[in-house]
């Protein structure tokens, strides 16, 4: 082997940036196809995006980049809004799948998350999902004679301790933010008690001698012959839901009479 010089390790800023971060991403990466659908998809919603904002005032984030950075937090299975911001700030693969240059400085997570609940509750995800499943190359891939509904359990958010009882009785909490209260051997069901900050959470069980929480029910349409996702809602959680979960399309009615519904 030839003589090598040891590398240096010191690091050297420097005055100008000449990264192209299209040229950082290979071409064959998955995000490259799904960033072409998700941007296909959001530009038919660009009159529905104008509708939800002032046309005076400060700018806001972009929707079209918080879409983007909410399908990275599904692929990737990143907990929070603000692991997720953390996450954009550092990695070169998700700045360019956003649409932020390397220069960009990124969003705050509050403001991410303020940002996200007005497209949310703008019903933009259903109306981005109905977009996605109406191109051609997702058409090719759907067939509507084999459908399935598939649920899981979403943990709410409230805790035990907002569990009250619906008559006012009962002991009150502890003093305190998160103050302590004893409820072993007290019976509490749906039907005598309910949260007090989430009253949609109902407790739940995953099986046989598995401890109740308070729990949502999840529930996606799944296309089977390619494992797609083509519709998706949430309901309380009860141990008829998925039915009528699926009672809401037809066919995945018809893919509940013949016997379809997973569980997970």
């Not at 991403?25 to 939800?52: M, T």
């Not at 009150?172 to 209260?181: K, T």
Request: glycine share 10%; hydrophobic share 35%; proline share 4%.
């Amino acid at each position: 082997m030839g003589a090598t010089m040891r590398g240096d390790d010191r690091i050297c800023g420097s005055l100008f940036s000449y990264i192209d971060l299209e040229k950082r991403i290979r071409a064959d990466h998955p995000l490259r196809a799904i960033r072409q659908i998700a941007n296909a998809a959001l530009n038919s919603l660009s009159g529905e995006f104008q509708k939800l904002y002032s046309p005076i005032g400060r700018e806001s984030i972009p929707p079209e980049r918080l879409m983007r950075a909410l399908l990275l937090q599904a692929f990737y299975s990143i907990r929070s809004e603000r692991q997720l911001v953390e996450r954009i700030d550092s990695d070169l693969l998700f700045r360019w799948f956003v649409g932020l240059g390397i220069e960009d400085a990124v969003w705050d997570a509050t403001t991410f998350t303020k940002n996200r609940d007005r497209l949310l509750d703008g019903a933009v995800a259903s109306q981005f999902l109905a977009a996605v499943l109406a191109q051609d190359k997702v058409k090719r891939l759907l067939s509507s004679d084999h459908f399935s509904v598939d649920g899981t359990l979403l943990e709410a958010w409230a805790s035990p301790k907002s569990f009250r009882p619906k008559d006012g009785s009962g002991e009150p909490p502890g003093p305190g933010r998160n103050g302590e209260q004893d409820f072993h051997g007290e019976r509490r069901t749906n039907d005598t008690h309910s949260s007090i900050t989430d009253p949609d959470a109902r407790l739940y069980r995953k099986g046989p001698g598995k401890e109740a929480r308070l729990y949502f029910l999840g529930h996606a349409l799944m296309e089977n012959r390619n494992g797609l996702i083509v519709g998706a809602m949430t309901t309380r959680a009860s141990g008829h839901a998925e039915v009528g979960g699926a009672g809401t399309d037809r066919a995945a009615c018809r893919s509940a009479a013949a016997g379809h519904i997973g569980r997970r």
